[in-house]
């Protein structure tokens, strides 16, 4: 399931409001990242079964790479949660200690 940006921009008065997606950004996506969002979407869409955590396993362990894959994305879910539920996204400090942690290894 791609994922898009999505712009909204106002129409005139009286009409609705007209969303686009702006599909092109997803090329950017990295596909492990990717396919790895696409495993927690179907994990929480509450029709996942024991084949389906099966085969995640079995995707995760198949490099280094994957399994790093699928921990960034579980954070990227962990942190889009946290900010529909408050309103507002994680503090910035902690995000800033996260990038450097990561820029490291």
């Known amino acids: 399931m791609p994922i898009a940006s999505i712009r909204s921009r106002p129409a ?7 969303v686009t997606k702006r599909s092109h950004q ?3 996506l990295d596909p492990l990242i990717r396919e790895a969002l696409s495993w927690i979407m179907r994990l929480k869409s509450g029709e996942a079964t024991l084949a389906d955590a099966e ?3 079995d995707w995760r362990g198949r490099s280094a790479a994957h399994e790093n894959a699928f921990r960034d994305a579980v954070k990227c879910w962990r942190a889009i949660g ?3 539920a ?3 996204p994680a503090p910035a400090s ?3 200690r996260a990038l ?4 490291r290894t």
């Open 100 to 103: 450097k942690g990561k820029a």
């Open 86 to 88: 408050t309103g507002r």
């Open 82 to 84: 946290q900010a529909l």
């Open 26 to 28: 997803v090329d950017h």
């Open 55 to 57: 085969q995640l396993m």
């Open 94 to 96: 902690r995000r800033r």
């Open 12 to 18: 005139c008065a009286g009409k609705r409001w007209i």
